[in-house]
């Protein structure tokens, strides 16, 4: 059992930057990937970053390569997502989630097990 809770949503401006934190429970953080989501209102949810056990097993979606980073401290079992230059199209609520690690790297919501409860980012133009 994993339990994960996001930090650092909020309010901005477009070409701001936030960085959300996902703190993870128990003693296996390195055992999963781990992936960041979000959901705008009225759309599906929708892929954004993921990482495996290592920080340079990262994959992104394309909307957000180059703006956004996923990273993670495993001593803190803890993931990162920096993400810079924001636009309003990425307003949305912003899940983690841990899932198996496996190859190719999990994109898709029912690649994972656990998900946090979501921190809202908005973005305003």
């Known amino acids: 059992q994993v339990q994960l809770v996001e930090s650092g949503g909020g309010l901005v401006q477009a070409g701001d930057s936030l960085r959300l934190s996902c703190a993870a429970s128990g003693r296996t953080f390195t055992s999963y990937a781990m992936g960041w989501f979000r959901q705008a209102p009225g759309k599906e949810r929708e892929f954004v970053a993921t990482?495996?056990?290592?920080?340079?097993?990262?994959t992104y979606a394309d909307s957000v390569k180059g703006r956004f980073t996923i990273s993670r401290d495993n001593a803190k079992n803890t993931v990162y997502l920096q993400m810079n230059s924001l636009k309003p199209e990425d307003t949305a609520v912003y899940y983690c989630a841990a899932g198996r690690l496996r190859s190719p790297p999990p994109v898709r919501p029912r690649d994972y097990d656990y998900w946090g409860q979501g921190t809202q980012v908005t973005v305003s133009s």
């Open positions: 990482i495996g056990e290592r920080d340079n097993l990262t």
